[in-house]
Nanobody
């Protein structure tokens, strides 16, 4: 069973930055939209960003728009999430996964059940 691998999490102060990385397969990178999700304790997993397979078009949840940037590194087979201006409420376990039903995610992230190849997640804690 294919499983993505997330990394880059850690402890950061409010206002700080982190860069997450998701190691994916070349096939997934070429054929599927890749999404980043997060889950805070006691809350449901929420989609925060998605990048299209074809042209790298990205979309963001309102909660992270203007602060987070998703990108693809085709040479490394990774999907990155640059997180700036971090807030306490960004504290969560962050996951990446592939939407096997879509290549594009223009203005659409989609629900959890559309995504596969979930990794173990990487913890992001924003605290002073």
């Amino acid at each position: 069973q294919l499983q993505f691998v997330e990394s880059g999490g850690g402890l950061v102060q409010p206002g700080g930055s982190l860069r997450l990385s998701c190691a994916v397969s070349r096939h997934a990178l070429d054929d599927y939209a890749i999404g980043w999700f997060r889950q805070a304790p006691g809350k449901e997993r929420e989609g925060i960003s998605c990048i299209s397979a074809s042209d790298g078009t990205a979309t963001y949840a309102d909660s992270v728009k203007g602060r987070f940037t998703i990108s693809r590194d085709n040479a490394k087979n990774t999907v990155e999430l640059q997180m700036n201006s971090l807030k306490h409420e960004d504290t969560a376990l962050y996951y990446c996964a592939a939407n096997l039903s879509r290549r594009r995610c223009t203005d659409y992230i989609g629900p959890v059940y559309e995504y596969y190849y979930w990794g173990q997640g990487t913890q992001v804690t924003v605290s002073s």
